[in-house]
């Protein structure tokens, strides 16, 4: 049987009304490792029960209050309602220790909920230009780290984000960099793990970013480790 694994979304409006939206190769990916997915539509604790794992996708900005910090001009749009949701899942599942995986946002996210902090916009405030719309750049992993066993020292990933982690939260360590930006992460103790790019475009029969390995592997390690929790 196919492990549950519980997709966050954005917002939008769309005729006056409010609208959940997701990019269907985030759920594409899922399923082709061998996941259920299933569209996170609130805060549900039963539903976060039944669940075998969490996956924070991308999306808007994090309101900088959630970090404790004072908004800047150069933060983008945020979703305080978005960010609600998306710590108490993630409260949800890292208490019961379940498996989390988080995109871009996803990743921001959860290095907020371990009380890190977030660049608000990189170039601005740290001087790093070019991780914006699609930019394919190199990227390093540590060898002993997940991303590192997964797909060797260095390779191409894209890039579509102008913040970043600042303080890392706590329990978690940075595996994967482009310089001063980190990457990726992993949590030390908690089956948790954070990337900056975007895997989804980079696998599948509709995959966008062509330069790269093909990052099935990503995705098939947290499907297996979601059905390896569900059999405990």
């Known amino acids: 049987m196919r492990p549950l694994i519980l997709l966050t979304t954005g917002f939008g409006i769309v005729r006056g009304m409010k609208q959940r939206q997701l990019f269907q190769d985030y759920a594409d990916a899922v399923y082709e490792a061998g996941g259920q997915p299933v569209l996170a539509l609130g805060m549900d604790d039963e539903l976060a029960e039944r669940a075998d794992g969490l996956f924070l996708t991308g999306g808007v900005d994090i309101e900088p209050c959630r970090y404790g910090m004072e908004r800047k001009e150069w933060c983008g749009e945020a979703d305080l309602d978005r960010d609600e949701e998306e710590l108490r899942l993630f409260s949800l599942f890292a208490g ?8 871009c946002r996803g990743l921001q996210l959860i ?16 001087q790093v230009p070019g991780h914006r719309d699609g930019t394919v750049h190199c990227v390093q992993f540590e060898e002993d780290g997940l991303f590192g066993r997964l797909f060797g020292r260095e390779i191409l990933i894209n890039s579509y984000h102008h913040q970043s982690v600042r303080t890392l939260g706590d329990g978690l360590r940075i595996t994967a960099r ?34 790269g390995p093909d990052m099935k592997p990503l995705f098939s390690h947290f499907v297996k ?8």
């Open 96 to 103: 019961k220790r379940k498996p989390v995986l988080g995109v």
């Open 111 to 126: 290095n907020t909920a371990l009380g890190g902090t977030l660049w608000q916009d990189q170039e601005t405030e740290c």
């Open 225 to 232: 480790a979601c059905r390896e929790g569900s059999q405990k």
């Open 178 to 211: 482009a310089g001063k930006i980190a990457e990726g992460f992993e949590h030390e103790s908690l089956p948790v793990w954070g990337v900056q790019w975007h895997p989804e475009r980079m696998t599948g029969k509709m995959r966008v970013t062509k330069e």
